[in-house]
Nanobody, 121 residues
Framework: QGQLVESGGGLVQPGGSLILSCVPS????????IDWFRQAPGKEREGVSC????????YYSGSVKGRFTISRDNAKNTVYLHMNNLKPEDTAIYFC??????????????WGRGTQVTVSS
């Protein structure tokens, strides 16, 4: 059975950068849309970004647009979330999810367990 594994989280100061990775186990990403979500303590899960497969399109929430960049490397079977100019309000657990449908479809076959991102001085 397939699953997703996130990595790259950690503690970073405000204004810093991190690159998150989403890697599948048991399947290849090339025909899937990949969404990144985050959830902070006491808050609802928020859709952050998404990338489709063919054609490749991207989506960003208003809170991260201009600071985060999503990309995929099908040869490495990996989707990345480049996060720049991080703010304390970006602190959350970040999850990736795989869908056969378009971005933000709400129909996900695979989820990861998440990676913690903490932005603090």
């Amino acid at each position: 059975q397939g699953q997703l594994v996130e990595s790259g989280g950690g503690l970073v100061q405000p204004g810093g950068s991190l690159i998150l990775s989403c890697v599948p186990s048991g399947f290849t990403l090339d025909s899937w849309s990949i969404d990144w979500f985050r959830q902070a303590p006491g808050k609802e899960r928020e859709g952050v970004s998404c990338i489709t497969s063919d054609p490749e399109t991207t989506y960003y929430s208003g809170s991260v647009k201009g600071r985060f960049t999503i990309s995929r490397d099908n040869a490495k079977n990996t989707v990345y979330l480049h996060m720049n100019n991080l703010k304390p309000e970006d602190t959350a657990i970040y999850f990736c999810a795989a869908s056969r449908d378009s971005c933000l479809s709400g129909i996900y076959t695979y989820w990861g367990r998440g990676t913690q991102v903490t932005v603090s001085s």
